[in-house]
């Protein structure tokens, strides 16, 4: 990478005037907890059609936020206080948001228990006029962008979920009304609006269509049922919607299916599919809600997810015939109540009105292939698992393509297959290992499944057209022609890394580095190996490597900045983000297929945006990204197809120029086995050259890559390093790696060094260096201090300290068994402990508590789903027992993360004590030195509350 950019300029220049005034810029003062509240962070954009417009999500530490619209060709800015969820209407000329209430507001209406209600803003972006209406819960715009439907809020004390709703000429400003709105939904691209109407007791429930050009109002549907689940056909005029319907056989709720051809030929052509008309069609099934309908790519075919029924459950008592259950009854009076008609009189008639209350109990059995607290998080899931039909509307048939081994069924593009996933034949295995599962491909129009694969544990993608499938087996990627039922590999002869080595490396099946996408008409596939990105025909017959990032360690990932774009366009150029492994610098380069790349940014700073790091506008040659520093705030710039003379259109905490500021460097260091690594080093905000600082080491895996994140002083986000960086520390995060079985010790061998290479700058006071981390990096925090006493003190936040009783616990948040997580994920034990005692053993903090001299604060939550509470009881009993200095903070309620406010800024406060006492020798409090009695606790702990300025 040899291209400089303008951004690369400024950082230098800049630079140079801090040296060349480095005495007035130390005048400058730290941030204390009154600074905190102003700082804003950067959220999500939405850019107009035209690219004349972005909208911009802001926060702030005080709670405050805002939406910001800027123009993207001048400073014009507008400002909506609590603005959010913008939309511009399809030709740019209109920008709506909802507009919230203060936090502060919120809590007094929810104190008052009146609902919480948003409004919306309405700009028009030609002249400026804004337009504010009261209580809107949802909104939208037509396809043609020329027409706005709003929806209120239902009442209050209203069981049905109808609300008035309006919608709006945006030329004119004419307006109509309707009442008893359950849903609605715009025709795409068109200016049909169908609406749903679910109304008190039902009066009234239909489907509506509203012509707004005509002003025409029809009805297409009216019952006495519930209607859901509006959806239209793709840049055409068919609707589908989903009707109620129960039956006292069952206890679920089922549904017709009602479709719509050529709305915008009058009323259009109606097809049902009414099960209980033709029973055979879905023998003992259902359609079901949860899987929205979505129409083949020709509208020939409705897709509906259909699952089997569930049958009112018999009456336990029901055994035998009438007169049998009354004479059951007669005996049970006599043996219960003889000789006292009155008492015998009562009991008998409480028996027959009482049902019998069920045990409060759980069976869990080792056979259970999906343990039963996995199978109670996933209840919902389990409820609404369902396989996909195909509704032929020319000839009414409905094959039903789940199959019945389908645990998980997708639709390919174009409608042309549907892929079903049989977990079945692996299930036994995957309780412990790595979840395997066969994969089967039905075709829609005859029904027929035929087999694809065996044995693949990453998921299986399709293609844009439904032509290909592929998926990563091994150490390549493969693909099968659904036309032609061949499979090939398609990697193993261009000479890639397409593996991810660095990604927990004990898995019986290793992860990939991604597609990037495909090339139009599915010609060629776009794959990521470790720096390059591939261009791999489909069908086998070869590839190319379009990039040349493994010569420099540059890694180069493809990008697509049109959002609606489905495939890359092989005529036109294809941008690349670019990151330097090794320098941390990023920026995009852009090239046509086959031809030399063209560097377009290379900056030493950090690069991304709408969830990637470039967008374009839809109607115009106007491009997007994010760029941050650590010394500089996150900003939006938008710019042309060449990505130069970019213009800053956000500007984002201003203020920081009046404070004193850390920066950040690299330092490098190789590990106890040889690996070259780095960590990223942030200076104090206040650094002095000459004097030497305390420093907090943050650790997880690999942190480096973080270089020039930008950190907003957020006390909530109790890990802050840009906090502790104004509280007079140097921040070290190291990057971690690992050998299998040895987590602890690969840490320990990978730290020491690391600690040793920031040391050899002289820098750093050796005896004021603390450490820290949590869940993981809790573990490795606390595995650390029981075998160097190389940090002064350390705080654990919810680690991992045994991991022979971890191992046997449950992630209760998702209900799954520790053991997969240790054998085959982040743990790489790759056994259990009863094979390998001596790794298990070895790699325990629990079981060298005799050799912790550092003092050590522990946090956790009672109700941690991720990491089991009694990991830190246990330490903190051993601790104790062996006499060791430990303080275990314990909050009520919480889980993996603290998620109250109150306690996140306690144990944030907590730990600047803990670590101001240790590193820089400030006064102990007494919870530090010898703890505090319950009684006093119970009083109340000490807070600091979010200081709003």
């Known amino acids: 990478m040899t291209s400089t950019s303008p951004f690369r300029l400024l950082v230098l220049a800049a630079a140079t ?4 005034s480095g005495a007035s810029a130390q005048q400058k003062p730290t941030l204390t907890p009154d600074d905190y509240g102003q ?167 239909g489907v509506r269509l509203y012509d707004p050009e005509s002003g025409r109002i029809s009805s297409l549907d009216t019952d006495d049922a519930e209607y859901r689940q509006l959806s239209w056909r793709e840049e055409a005029a068919d609707l589908v919607v989903l009707k109620t319907y129960t039956d006292d056989e069952h206890e679920d709720t089922a549904h017709v299916a009602l479709a719509w051809r050529n709305l915008d030929e009058g009323d259009g052509e109606a097809l049902v599919l009414d099960p209980r008309e033709s029973p055979t069609r879905l023998p003992g099934q259902r359609v079901v809600e949860h899987r929205s309908p979505s129409w083949s790519e020709d509208g020939s075919i409705l897709f509906l997810g259909y699952q089997e029924r569930i049958p009112v459950p018999e009456d336990e008592d029901a055994g035998g015939e009438e007169g049998d259950e009354a004479e059951g009854d007669e005996e049970r009076g006599d043996a219960e109540g003889e000789g006292d008609e009155e008492g015998e009189g009562e009991e008998g008639n409480a028996g027959d009105d009482e049902e019998e209350e069920r045990a409060g109990v759980e069976i869990w059995h080792t056979l259970d292939v999906d343990p039963v607290p996995q199978q109670r998080v996933r209840e919902r899931l389990l409820r609404q698992r369902n396989q996909i039909g195909a509704w032929h509307l020319a000839d009414g ?10 645990d998980q069924t997708t639709l390919l593009e174009g409608g042309g297959h549907v892929l079903n996933r049989d977990e079945t034949p692996y ?97 060629a596939v776009l794959i990521n190996d470790r720096w390059d990105v591939w261009e791999v025909q489909a069908d086998g017959s070869g590839g190319r490597r379009l990039t040349r990032g493994a010569e420099d360690e540059v890694r180069y990932r493809a990008m697509q900045p049109d959002r609606e774009a489905e495939a890359f366009d092989p005529g036109e150029p294809i941008y690349y983000s670019t990151y330097g492994q090794w320098t941390k610098e990023a920026g995009f380069s852009r090239a046509r297929l086959g031809q030399d790349l063209e560097s377009l940014i290379w900056d030493d700073a950090s690069y991304g945006s709408f969830g990637g790091a470039l967008r374009k506008a839809r109607d115009a040659d106007v491009f997007v990204f994010r760029r941050e520093r650590f010394d500089d705030s996150p900003d939006y710039f938008a710019t042309g197809p060449d990505l130069d003379d970019a213009s800053q259109v956000t500007r984002t905490n201003p203020f920081q120029d009046d404070y004193a500021w850390g920066r950040t460097e690299l330092v490098e260091y190789e590990n106890e086995w040889g690996r070259r690594l780095q960590g990223a080093l942030t200076y104090p905000a206040d650094y002095e050259p000459g004097r030497q600082y305390p420093m907090i080491v943050y650790h997880y895996e690999l ?99 045994n991991l022979m009783s971890m191992y046997l616990s449950f992630y ?40 912790l001299d550092t003092p050590l604060l522990m946090m956790f939550g009672t109700e941690d789903g991720a990491v089991e ?63 505090v009695p319950y009684l006093q606790q119970k009083d109340g702990p000490r807070t600091r509350r979010k200081v709003v300025s």
Request: charged fraction near 20%; include cysteine; glycine fraction near 10%.
């Open 703 to 801: 942190l480096s890559q973080g270089l020039h994140q930008y950190q907003v002083p957020d006390p909530t986000r109790y890990y802050n390093q840009q906090i502790w960086t104004h509280d007079g520390y140097f921040v070290f995060r190291p990057d971690i790696v690992y050998r299998d079985r040895r987590p602890g010790q690969s840490n320990v061998e990978t730290l020491r060094p690391a600690v040793a290479a920031v040391l050899e700058t002289g820098l750093i006071d050796p005896d004021r260096i603390g450490l820290i981390g949590h869940s993981w990096g809790g573990y490795q925090t606390t595995f650390f201090v029981t075998q160097d006493n190389l940090f002064a003190s350390a705080v654990a936040g919810a680690p991992l300290t």
């Open 397 to 406: 048939r409905f094959l039903m393509l789940g199959g019945d081994r389908a």
């Open 427 to 523: 299930d036994v295995d995957a309780m412990f290992n790595q979840q395997f599962y066969d994969l089967y491909a039905a075709d829609t129009g005859s029904g027929a499944e035929s087999l694809v694969r065996e044995r693949i544990t990453l998921a299986a993608q399709g293609s844009p057209e439904g032509r290909y499938v592929v998926w990563f087996e091994g150490e390549d990627w493969w693909s099968h022609d659904l036309s032609s039922g061949e499979t090939r590999n398609i990697t193993a002869d261009l000479g890639g890394t397409f593996v991810n080595l660095d990604l927990t490396p004990t898995r019986q099946q290793m992860p990939a580095f991604g597609l990037a996408g495909w090339t139009e008409d599915d010609e």
């Open 39 to 205: 700082w804003e962070t950067l959220g999500q954009a939405t850019l107009a059609p035209d690219g004349l417009w972005l909208a911009v999500g802001i926060s702030r530490v005080n709670d405050e936020a805002e939406l910001r619209i800027h123009r993207t060709d001048s400073d014009s800015v507008v400002v909506v206080p609590f603005g959010r969820s913008p939309q511009f209407s399809e030709d740019g000329a209109w920008l709506a948001y909802a507009i919230g209430i203060s936090p502060d507001e919120r809590d007094a209406l929810q104190e008052r228990r009146e609902p919480v209600r948003n409004d919306m803003g309405l700009l028009n972006l030609r002249t400026g006029e804004q337009e504010t209406i009261e209580d809107i819960s949802s909104f939208s715009f037509s396809g043609d962008g020329r027409h706005l439907a709003l929806r209120r809020y239902a009442p209050e004390e209203q069981e049905s979920a109808g609300a008035d709703a309006i919608v709006r000429s945006l030329a004119s400003g004419a307006s109509i009304s309707f009442g008893n709105v359950g849903a609605l939904a715009w025709q795409d691209e068109g200016y049909l609006l169908a609406m749903t109407v679910d109304a008190e007791d039902r009066v009234g429930n």
């Open 17 to 20: 005037c801090v040296l060349a």
């Open 869 to 931: 509470f009694n990991q830190g009881v246990e330490f903190y009993n051993a601790a104790r027992r062996a006499g060791k200095h430990m303080v275990l903070l314990v909050y009520e309620g919480e889980n993996h993360g603290l998620a109250e406010e109150p306690n996140q800024l306690d144990y944030q406060n907590r730990i600047l004590e803990w670590f101001g006492h240790y590193l820089k020798g400030d006064p102990a409090p007494d919870w530090i030195t010898k703890g």
């Open 812 to 851: 209760w948040n998702s209900g799954g068994t520790d053991a997969r997580i240790f054998e085959i994920s982040q743990g790489r034990m790759q056994v259990p402990w009863w094979e390998d005692w001596d790794s298990y053993f070895n790699n325990s903090p629990v079981h060298h508590i005799e050799n």
